[in-house]
C-alpha cells in the first residue's frame, strides 16, 4: 500500500456506469515525512476522506475487495485515513 | 487511475482478433495540472473520448471489468472524461 | 518480491473493517547491501516483522495468498524475515 | 498498452514446459515519435511480429488472454503490430 | 518479461510456511547487452538457475503459473535459463 496526501477531487459525467456515485480523489504518494513521491494518483473514496487528509491507498486487483468497489473498474481504493505514522 | 491527456491514435491491422472494432488511444498521463508524468500509454476507449480530451484511465485487471472490453487482452482502459479537476 | 527495511508503524481508525487487527508497516524497499531503492512501501505483517527488521515483501493479488490476508484488501505484504542475504 | 519496437530475440533452453514453441522478442517500449521510454521488455509472440517491427504489447494477467497464451507464464505479450500512430 | 542477472541468494527461516523449500535468488533486471535496469529483483527459482546465470523473471499473477508456485506467495519467478539474446 502506499500513504498518500489527498490533493483535490476528479468528476465526470460521460463515464462507465459503474463509476457513478463514486468519490473520486486526487492524490499524491508520500513518505513517512510528507515528501512526495508519485503525483496525481485517482483513488476512489470508500472511508470519507476529505482533501488534506492522510490516507492509506491499495493499488491493483485489492482496490476492488472493499464492498463499495467489488465489480467497479478501479486499480486505485483509499482504504483508511491515517492517524498516525511512527517512524520507529 | 491515472489522468490523461489523449494525444492521437493507434491503428493496426495485423492484430488480436478480440482488438477488432475497439478503438485504440494513445495518451499522456498527467498531473492535476496538465504536467506529463508519463508519456505514450495506449488505452482502449469505452466512453467516446477524442484527441485533446482529458481522461481517466484504469491499468491492470480493471481495464477488463467495462462490458465492452471484458476478456479482451487490454491492460488500460478509459473509463471517463473529466470534467473538472478541483485542486482543493 | 523485494527486499525491504521495516522503518516505522501507520496507524488507523476510520479504515476498511477487514483492515481491523492487522499491522500495517511502513517499509523501504532496499537492495542487497541496503541501499534504498524505494521509499514508504506500507505492507501488512504475517511473520512478526519489528522496526529495523530486513524482510520480503510481496506484492500484487500475491499478497492475498497467506492465509491472514486472504480476501483483505492489501496489495504488500511481509511473507519472511531475511537472515541472510548472500552476493555470491 | 504500450507502443514498443522489437529489437531481438531470446532463445532459451532449460525453461518452463509451458514456454516450448513461443517466440519471446525482446522490445524496446517506445513513445508516438519512437523515442525509448524502457528498454529490454520481453514479449511473447502471437502475430508475427519480426525485428524492427512496431508493435502493442499488452502487460499483467492480460498476457495470458490470447488464444496462444492462456494459462502460460508470461506477463508481456505482442497483440498488434502497429500500422499507424497518428498524433492528432 | 525481463531478462536478469542472477546475483545472489536469499535466506529466511521466519517466513510463510509456502515458503519453505523454495529457492530465492537476488537478481538485477538488465538490458540485451547486461546494463543493470533495475537492481535487487528477489525471485522464485523453477529451473535449476545459479549465480552468475542470464535468466528469464515473469512476474504478477504469472508468477504462480509454474507448477512449484501455484499458490505460493511470489509475484517474481525465474521460468528460464538464456541461451541467447540477439540483437537483430
Not at 483535490?8 to 459525467?13: E, F, K, P, Q, S
Not at 457513478?20 to 515525512?33: E, R, Y
Not at 510528507?34 to 503525483?39: A, F, H, Q
Request: glycine letters at 12%; aromatic letters at 0%; proline letters at 3%.
Amino acid at each position: 500500500m502506499k500513504l498518500a496526501r489527498v490533493t483535490g477531487t476528479v468528476t465526470a459525467t460521460a463515464k462507465d456506469a459503474q463509476l457513478v456515485g463514486l468519490t473520486l480523489l486526487l492524490c499524491d504518494v508520500v513518505d513517512g515525512k510528507g515528501k512526495v513521491l508519485e503525483p496525481a494518483v485517482v483513488a476512489a473514496d470508500t472511508v470519507g476522506a476529505g482533501v488534506g487528509a492522510q490516507v492509506l491507498i491499495v493499488t491493483g486487483s485489492a482496490a476492488r475487495l472493499p464492498a463499495r468497489t467489488t465489480g467497479v473498474p478501479v486499480d486505485a481504493v483509499i482504504t483508511a485515513i491515517v492517524d498516525h505514522v511512527d517512524l520507529g
